[in-house]
């Protein structure tokens, strides 16, 4: 792989997507078109992948306020009624995240708590490599990320594949399998972003301009940092929790106003979720269970609130294949062949209308 000795700006980054970007069409037909019963493509698909890089709180977005536990658990981190808006009986959005109770109301967002593999992994860089890579046990170490696997099944069925990261170095996520023979080896995998490296605002900013600009799929990958709250989490959470739900809502309303909304589904996680009970330095441990939101116009389930479970281990519980949160993906938005990306991964159903024409 040749690294970029320069970066792009966004004008030259979208002139030269067809010489850099977008794999020529290769014979094979699209895997659109072998989905489902016939239905054609509708041409255009994009994913925008954001990790939210430290360890994000679930009990910090979604508060489990009629819980008597909850509060037994969190005596200093517990939020308060007036500092939360209730979505049922049970469970309330912290209000810090506002712009997210929004989207949730006009039924684009869905929240999906408790994703792991069942163990709590002891470091972050560890636990970044499995999200990125999907591994069939978390023992399995691989070479390639999911979307670079994805990327080879997408080309070899002839359809064009742009990739876009909004980090300087090539994350792992992207990386493609060696001995795939897949077309393109050599090339970049993935283009930075105008911004590549800055702040995940600004990255969710310049991404929401340029989705929906080439044929063919486009895979993205953010991340912003922040999350990580060993200590004095009231102090130090707010804010990057409160810049990521603005900057995602801003990101919906961009790509609402450019009309390409329908064609862009976004899924947002994080290395592992964080434990139930505070620690005495007023913060979080790392714990099994991320949470993983969902933001698009073709969810299913939407405007259903989670259910938080706090009656778990000490380090919190993973109901939820993350591997099946991506095989829904793969399958529901992408139509590319589960076994292909992710070898003995189940899926659930996220998609109420998955990107298809009848």
Avoid at 23 to 44: E, M, Q, T, Y
Avoid at 286 to 298: D, E, I, K
């Amino acid at each position: 792989m040749t690294p970029l000795t320069h970066p792009l700006t966004r004008r030259s980054f979208i002139h030269g997507l067809g010489a850099t970007l977008a794999i020529s069409a290769l014979p094979g037909g699209s895997p659109w078109a072998r989905a489902a019963d016939g239905r054609a493509p509708n041409g255009r698909c994009s994913l925008v992948l954001i990790q939210l890089a430290g360890g994000l709180d679930a009990f910090d977005v979604l508060v489990p306020y009629g819980s008597s536990e909850y509060a037994r658990l969190r005596p200093t981190l517990a939020l308060g009624r007036g500092e939360v808006t209730r979505l049922d009986d049970a469970v309330a959005l912290n209000r810090t995240c506002a712009p997210l109770g929004r989207l949730w109301d006009d039924g684009l967002l869905l929240f999906c708590p408790a994703v792991g593999w069942g163990a709590t992994c002891p470091t972050h860089f560890r636990a970044t490599e499995i999200w990125q890579t999907a591994p069939a046990s978390p023992e399995q170490r691989l070479a390639s990320g999911w979307l670079g696997r994805t990327a080879q099944q997408l080309e070899h069925a002839g359809v064009p594949v742009s990739c876009w990261r909004g980090t300087r170095a090539e994350p792992r996520v992207f990386v493609r399998s060696p001995d795939a023979g897949a077309p393109g080896r050599g090339r970049e995998v993935s283009v930075p972003l105008d911004t590549a490296g800055g702040p995940l605002p600004r990255l969710l900013a310049e991404a929401a301009e340029c989705v929906g600009t080439t044929d063919g799929v486009e895979l993205v990958f953010l991340a912003g940092g922040g999350f990580d709250t060993h200590f004095a989490q009231r102090e130090t959470g707010a804010r990057p929790l409160a810049e990521f739900a603005g900057a995602l809502a801003d990101f919906q309303r961009r790509i609402q106003r450019r009309v390409v909304a329908d064609r862009v589904l976004t899924v947002v996680f994080s290395e592992f979720g964080r434990t139930a009970a505070e620690n005495a330095q007023g913060g979080t441990e790392h714990g099994r269970g991320a949470l993983v939101m969902l933001a698009g116009t073709r969810l299913t389930g939407r405007r259903v609130p989670p259910t938080m479970t706090l009656a778990a281990p000490p380090d919190g519980r993973a109901d939820r294949d993350y591997r099946a949160v991506y095989a829904s993906v793969l399958r529901d938005w992408l139509s590319v062949p589960i076994p292909a990306v992710l070898s003995g991964a189940d899926s659930i159903r996220l998609m109420s209308d998955p990107l298809l024409t009848p």
